[in-house]
């Protein structure tokens, strides 16, 4: 209950009573019943901790994190950095921390498109669209995701050998050994030319802000576009060709087993984020349904009176207002999908969950392994959280 | 909202019921906490008698045996539950030297990752599963390992059709791999050794990893021999497929116990070479009831209870030996019935007395 | 669609009824309305059902028509599977489902005594039945729970009136999921109402403690609890004493089922109006008396549905315990397709387990739907 609505009168704190050592005193039992409570689990807690302590002295586990700077000796088939076996555990748990927020990321991205895709087509007109989105919602979220993430396993081993790869188009080529796409030999110039981009978009963002500030005050709208195209795609251009403008395309080809050269999407990855984004973009769905239709029908039928179009109403009206009631059940799924992606230790896509394990049994300590495992899934889900919130601040109800 | 059925109550009654009901609540709620802060107190008692294990699991009446989750020859559920595999003979061959009765075993199921803890918490008497014999497992994990029952090595499984002869021609492939074992870190060292490189794909389930190599996902399957072997024997033709002929590592296998209980371990360990012994004499669990009866050999009369006291001496009845040859057969047979089938022929396994083999018993005296 | 209402708003009153033209009501009207309403429409239409028919043949001719029930077994009791393997795809190989169902179901639970198992699966399967009827809404289901989950245990166990002890080593299949899931949420909820009460008390100290469990279990995924079930826990116990590994995954699941039922359950505490807090504060009850007769039974009930959908997640998470190795439906249909004879058949079991989770989590969730239409029909307008 905001502040805001209680009578200013009542504001005022009741006098305060002295504390009388009696059980009929609220305050007093609350105090007993949180010494209680706090020395009950203090002690729980303390004796576990011995028991671990003496347990771990008499099996002669070691224990530490000096693990971390020893040669890890595991092989990793995906890595964002560069890595070796011959490199230490840190870096491996590394390797694996960032493996999870790639597919936590791209997940997220997807999952949120498609589902408000199928959530939208929930609501359609057309029977046919409309059943079948639902028919997707409801057996997709009855299944377990585990079940699904093996199914989409086997499905994407069922691709064609490297030998008989499906090759569409000129240096794509797909095969159950992922798919193979053409990559431009990264040099400097590119990476100025992607700062270039980040702060082309932080500048137009900057220039909107104040652009709609201006319009607040003397109610004129201002183009943003023709600058938003400048700084967003021209400077970064620009940059590139003031570096040279390097052109060197790294075509995937067959040579020995594999395809060499390219970038490449392995079937793991593509298989766990297939199975992530349908199954949480089923869940999404329903949370974007159940946002527009949470608006009242009303502001449909006035925007419509207004001369809106179908796609403006949506967009204008009933969106803005639908998010209000979307934001904090979405935030969730996308917290869900997150630690959902730790089930890929089933289907073989490296992440920390799987590399922890690999060292929890290589050194034998379990307890750092785990720890380092909960660290990092906490670190992930309060920044997703701080930052929906942040989000979902942003765009509450500003009542007055 | 209408109000629950309670609610009504609450508001129709007097409230001296509800105070006596609260008061109750009080009370159980005073019992809880008790009950709560003296949990400690009771859990201190251990569950298990403090003695040897042997006394504990004859208290407890049946011997808990970790097993792999489902591994086909060694150790897995057959259509009707029941456990079937060169392991889990050996957990009934102890289980009968213990209760003579082989179903006095209680089969715990684990995973790469738990089997450690659960034989060092107490939570299995024994190991019977794929484990190899290491030096820091032997030591800074506080096991036992009671002898090899089965020697193995890593190898490599190609394609028939890929052409490849030798694990040298692996450059640049793909290479399947079970994650969280030894088999991991000894196919890097072996890639670095030999300055191969390849592209590793770690699955943790043994079904999916098998499956990613039919399918293609990888050129190569790494894993021990045996597990190749009854893997190539499963597919639908097995020439298809080629074991090469380099092995990267060796792979002792035996049967664990924790360290520090050493009557236990002896047990465990002569349940083992009594059943080698047992096919060096050419016993077998037809034959078993007449050679009790008639053999001359004295090793035999020992081994199988007439004479001497060897049972005694490891503190069980003096014709364990053969009862456990009647219900399971000796080494031989336990190997013909699991192992053979599924495509995994003796080799170094065979014994040394007949067969140059490595499976060799000491005597019995 | 508005439109058909404001015609039939603006009909004249006084004109004779006549029925409407076959355009406008009927199946014909139905189809220009729902199916080809405009060439967009139309398209989608033709597209949706195309693909629709294309995909229920594919799966009859591979389900049904050219599949295989049943296959021959040898005297040493391994099927003969080449039947099967002819098929290279083209067909269902259910032969795998026929000779294996059994283990699927119940694990290696004692063959001959599967009846007990099964049972078990119907008394589960009853008291979701009875949970879900609205007469049973009250005090009376927590001695029924009691009673039938004393019932299972008695019956899963033994040792008692002539059935003999069955470990839980060997407890396995359908019966263990049903056992994490249910159990899971009869000592979860009890729990959970504390955590959320607690999350709203005015203690600093138990505030504090509630928000640290609950955000804690919240922030991290089902499966490192399981890890930490299966091979931490032992570690935290003096030594000697050990808890059995259904127990500690058993344990796990409690907890975190806890911490999402608490967040569920405060929701409902924050739905009530402050009047009711404020009646009972005036009527002088106790926190006790407030929490127990007046706030709890008005809050709980409108906490079902989600509590439900919650049940359902929790229902699918079991299936995590595959990854410790307890033998669930999932573990067991996995462990099925070991033997040699039947590698490769891992499509149809996945199907049939996966027909298995459908049934129960569809049959919920409609439930649950159904549930949310009826508490929010005062809503409606």
């Known amino acids: 209950m905001s502040d805001a609505s209680v009578d200013p009168r009542f504001r005022r704190k009741p006098p305060r009573r002295p504390l009388r050592l009696s059980w009929s005193d609220e305050r007093v039992r609350g105090i007993v019943y949180q010494v209680v409570v706090v020395a009950l689990i203090g002690s729980v807690i303390y004796w576990l901790w011995s028991n671990t302590v003496h347990n771990l002295e008499v099996r002669r586990i070691a224990t530490g994190f000096g693990f971390l700077q020893r040669e890890a000796g595991l092989p990793i088939a995906e890595h964002l950095i560069p890595y070796d076996p011959t490199d230490t555990y840190l870096r491996a748990l590394t390797v694996g921390v960032l493996n999870t927020l790639k597919v936590a990321v791209v997940g997220i991205v997807l999952a949120t498109i498609l589902g408000t895709i199928i959530g939208i087509a929930r609501l359609s007109k057309n029977f046919l669209v409309s059943k079948i989105a639902a028919f997707y919602v409801e057996v997709i979220r009855d299944l377990p995701l585990l079940l699904q993430l093996l199914f989409w396993y086997t499905i994407m081993q069922g691709l064609p050998g490297p030998r008989q790869a499906l090759n569409p188009v000129e240096g794509v080529f797909l095969s159950n050994r992922g798919l193979k796409l053409p990559w431009i030999i990264w040099e400097g110039a590119h990476t100025a030319a992607l700062l270039a981009c980040i702060a082309g978009i932080v500048l137009t963002w900057l220039y909107a802000r104040q652009a709609r500030a201006k319009q607040m005050a003397d109610g004129q709208p201002r183009k943003i576009w023709p600058l938003a195209i400048a700084l967003v795609i021209g400077l970064p251009i620009l940059t590139w060709q003031a570096m040279g403008g390097p052109w060197d395309v790294d075509w995937p080809a067959l040579r020995g087993f594999n395809f060499q050269g390219g970038t490449n999407m392995s079937p793991e990855f593509a298989a766990l984020l297939i199975g992530l984004v349908t199954y949480t973009a089923g869940f999404i769905a329903e949370v974007v349904r159940a946002g527009i239709l949470s608006v009242n029908s009303g502001q449909w039928e006035a925007a419509q009176a207004l001369g809106l179009r179908h796609g403006s109403v949506l967009r204008l009206i009933v969106m803005p207002q639908a998010l209000r009631v979307i934001i904090p059940p979405l935030t969730s799924n996308y917290l869900n999908l997150t630690k959902n992606s730790s089930l890929a230790v089933a289907i073989g896509y490296q992440d920390i969950v799987s590399i922890a394990n690999t060292t929890l049994n290589q050194t034998g300590q379990a307890i750092e392994g785990i720890a380092i495992i909960m660290a990092v899934y906490l670190t992930i889900s309060l920044s997703i959280s701080l930052f929906m919130n942040w989000y979902n601040a942003r765009i509450a109800l500003v009542e007055r | 909202m209408r109000p629950g059925p309670a609610g009504q109550g609450a508001n129709g009654r007097d409230a001296v019921t509800a105070t006596r009901r609260l008061n109750f609540l009080r009370l159980a709620g005073a019992t809880a906490i008790t009950a709560v802060l003296s949990l400690p107190a009771l859990a201190q008692q251990p569950a298990a008698p403090s003695g040897t294990t042997i006394d504990a699991i004859r208290a407890r009446g049946t011997l808990i045996c970790g097993v792999n989750t489902g591994l086909a020859g060694f150790a897995q559920p057959d259509s009707q539950g029941v456990w079937r595999g060169f392991d889990a003979d050996y957990c009934r061959a102890v289980a009968i030297a213990l209760f003579n009765d082989a179903s006095k075993v209680r089969f715990v199921p684990t995973t790469a990752q738990n089997r450690f803890t659960a034989l060092q918490s107490g939570e299995v008497d024994m190991l019977s599963r794929n484990t190899t014999w290491t030096l820091s497992r032997d030591t800074s994990l506080g096991f036992d390992f009671t002898g090899i029952n089965f020697y193995d090595g890593q190898g490599f499984m190609v394609k028939r059709s890929l052409g490849v002869n030798a694990a040298r021609d692996l450059n640049g492939a793909t290479i399947c791999v079970q994650p969280g074992t030894t088999t991991e870190q000894n196919l890097t060292d072996w890639s670095r050794a030999n300055n191969i490189r390849f592209q590793p794909v770690v699955i943790e389930r043994l079904e999916e990893v098998v499956a990613a190599y039919v399918a293609g996902r990888c050129d190569a399957y790494t894993t021990d021999v045996s597990g190749l072997a009854a893997t190539r024997s499963a597919q639908p033709r097995p020439a298809d497929h080629v074991i090469l002929p380099d092995v990267i590592s060796k792979e002792p296998l035996g049967p664990l116990v924790r360290h520090g209980d050493q009557r236990f371990a002896d047990l465990v360990r002569w349940v083992h070479f009594g059943l080698i012994g047992a096919e060096e004499f050419g016993i077998t669990a037809a034959n078993v009831e007449e050679a009790t009866r008639t053999d001359a050999r004295p090793e035999v009369q020992r081994m199988l209870g007439r004479n001497g006291d060897l049972g005694q001496m490891l503190g069980v009845d003096p014709a364990w030996m053969a009862r456990i040859i009647r219900g399971l057969g000796n080494y031989g047979e336990i190997y013909a019935r699991n192992l053979e089938p599924i495509g995994i022929p003796r080799g170094r396994n065979a014994l040394w007395t007949t067969a140059g083999g490595l499976q060799y018993a000491p005597p019995f005296r | ?381």
């Open chain 3, 1 to 381: 669609m508005s439109d058909v209402t404001l015609n039939a708003a603006t009909a004249n009153p006084e004109a004779t009824p006549r029925s409407a033209p076959l355009t406008a009501v009927g199946p014909i009207a139905w189809a220009r309305t729902n199916l080809f309403a405009g060439w967009l429409s139309t398209a989608v239409t033709l597209v949706c059902g195309y693909l629709i028919i294309r995909a229920v043949m594919g799966f009859v001719d591979w389900a049904f028509i050219n599949a295989i029930w049943s296959v021959p077994v040898n005297a040493n009791g391994v099927a003969q599977t080449q039947a099967c393997r002819d098929l290279a795809g083209s067909g269902a190989c259910w032969a795998v489902v026929t000779e294996k169902h059994r283990f699927m179901l119940f694990g290696t639970y004692p063959y001959e005594q599967h009846w007990r198992p099964a049972l078990v699966c119907i008394l589960f399967v009853a008291l979701y039945i009875v949970s879900a009827l609205k007469r049973f809404w009250n005090w009376t289901l927590i001695p029924i729970w009691a009673g039938t989950l004393t019932a299972i245990g008695v019956l899963m166990w033994g040792g008692v009136l002539g059935l003999p002890y069955v470990p839980q080593e060997r407890w396995g299949g359908l019966p263990i999921t049903l056992i994490l899931a249910t159990f899971g949420l009869a000592f979860a909820f009890p729990l959970s109402i504390l955590v959320a009460l607690g999350r709203r008390s005015n203690l600093p100290a138990i505030k504090v403690l509630c928000v640290l469990y609950v955000e804690l279990i919240r922030g991290v995924p089902l499966i490192s609890l399981l890890f930490m079930a299966s091979v931490m826990f032992p570690l935290f116990l003096p030594e000697g004493m050990n808890i059995d590994k259904l127990l500690r995954a058993q344990i796990a699941i409690i907890l975190f089922a806890g911490a999402y039922l608490a967040e569920v359950v405060r929701a409902g505490l924050q739905s009530l109006p402050k009047g009711q807090y404020e009646a009972a504060d005036a009527m002088g009850l106790s926190y006790w008396q407030k929490t127990g007769f007046i706030i709890l039974p008005q809050a709980l009930r409108t906490v079902i549905p989600p509590l439900v959908n919650t049940f359902i997640g929790f229902f699918k998470d079991t299936s995590l315990v595959l990854i410790i190795g307890i033998f669930d439906l999932l573990t067991a249909g996995k462990t099925a397709i070991v033997e040699p004879a039947w590698q490769g058949f891992g499509i149809e079991v996945y199907v049939f387990v996966g027909l298995i989770y459908l049934v129960f989590c569809f049959a919920m969730s409609k439930y649950s739907a159904g549930l949310e239409t009826d508490l929010n029909k005062h809503r409606r307008r």
